[in-house]
């Protein structure tokens, strides 16, 4: 015990941050605001949102939107039916492949084109064109070509410098040429970032939610800004009235320069260098579990076999496997140190971004949140609310990217109807 007690210590001071949360609050700050102004990866522009009075205000028509949610292990989708937000049909399963390709949508897509057929078939409807609105959960740029893959995806050298609506368009199309009595046809419409689908979701249904946040396999947000706070160097194309810019924060690429990044976080995954993701998601923290059972030998605990589950279920106290009690309770320390560290940047992280969107003042945060690793984890949860106080109010969002999408969809073909 006197050489856990020595190891703990010893871990505790590499990973616990030093600066005062505050502080780092201002360095994140001081980065957005420059990222805003000149990077390519973070700080991204995304579209045209209308105030909450032009999306309440008008009467719109009813529509039903195929919504299709790439995530990073799980593929959703989900037929909703739009002003109500209301799902119709919905399924899921999960991404085994990490090669990404153009046969990595088409299976994907094949499985979701039989679902609904069956969908459609039961209930003896035919739909000449479906509106397909789309989350993907990787960076993309204004040409929705994928930046980067992150979260233990490959991207294949086919699909590069190709648009991700053009891949699921193609994609879609020859399927549903060898669809057995096809009962739908599709139209492309959207691909937005999750954090901007969340957002989306959020503003359209809650109103008052000024940030989204998405904490799963990867880390990622969302705001929006008055047009004339944006640069002109990052300003969109197309402008129109009573409208704010969407901003997609693309999280996980920031903190190079005072995220206190350890050995211990290093997957030989160094083409994409994404701090902030690094130390706070559902993919890397079980990795760098993994990576301290190995080098300090922890009797019991395979670094093979860590994932998220396991690591969730050993930081909030339900693990029922067959470490020893002492063991055990080593790994669940150390699990609780990396939760601890990434609850305190995340909250930093949030703390900037809100800066920016209440112009400094000292207004509580609304932060409208998703994902599987931040929602099943309680202790994480607890640390992030800890760090937060009285800054930051939570909302979990339900099904908010595959909503979001059909918010975005929905949306954008109202206004061009207008």
Known sequence: MARNTSFLEHLREQLIPHQPLKDVSKKFLAELKRNLQKSERSMLASGLVPSWQSIT???????????????????????????????????????????????????????????????????????TKLPVSVTFSFPLNERDEIITMGKGFDMAPEIQGRSVKDLIRSSFDRILQTLPSPHF????????????????????????????????????????????LMPLT???????????????????????????????????????????????????LPMALANIAKEYDIKG??????????????????????????????????SRMLIRRAAFYVVAMLLAVGSLVNGGSDTVIEVGYVGSFLANCLYYQEQISIFAGNDIRFQFLHDSNLLGAAVATYLNKFTEQE
């Open 301 to 334: 605990l395979d670094s093979r076999n860590i994932d998220g589950e396991l690591f969730v279920a050993i930081a909030d106290g339900r693990y029922s496997g067959t470490l020893d009690s002492d063991n055990l309770e080593l790994a669940c320390e150390i």
């Open 234 to 284: 990052n300003k969109p194309m197309k402008n129109a009235p009573n409208c704010n810019c969407l901003v997609n924060v693309e999280a996980g690429f920031l903190g190079a320069k005072f995220i206190n990044i350890t050995p211990f976080d290093d997957h030989d995954d160094g083409e994409r260098f994404m701090p902030l993701e690094d130390i706070t998601s559902g993919k890397w």
């Open 57 to 127: 205000g008008a009467n719109k028509p009813g529509a039903r939107i195929l919504a299709i949610d790439f995530g990073g292990s799980t593929l959703k989708f989900a037929l909703v039916y739009m002003p109500k937000c209301e799902i119709l049909f919905q399924d899921r399963f999960d991404i085994v492949t990490k090669v990404v390709d153009q046969k990595f949508f088409d299976v994907l897509l094949s499985w979701i084109s039989l679902k609904l057929n069956e969908y459609f078939a039961s209930n003896g409807t035919r739909v």
């Open 185 to 228: 046809g599709v139209e492309m419409c959207d691909v937005i970032n999750d954090a901007v689908a969340v957002y989306l979701a959020s503003k359209f249904m809650y109103k008052n939610q000024s940030i989204s946040l998405i904490l799963g396999t990867g880390v990622n947000s969302c705001f929006e800004l008055p047009l004339e």
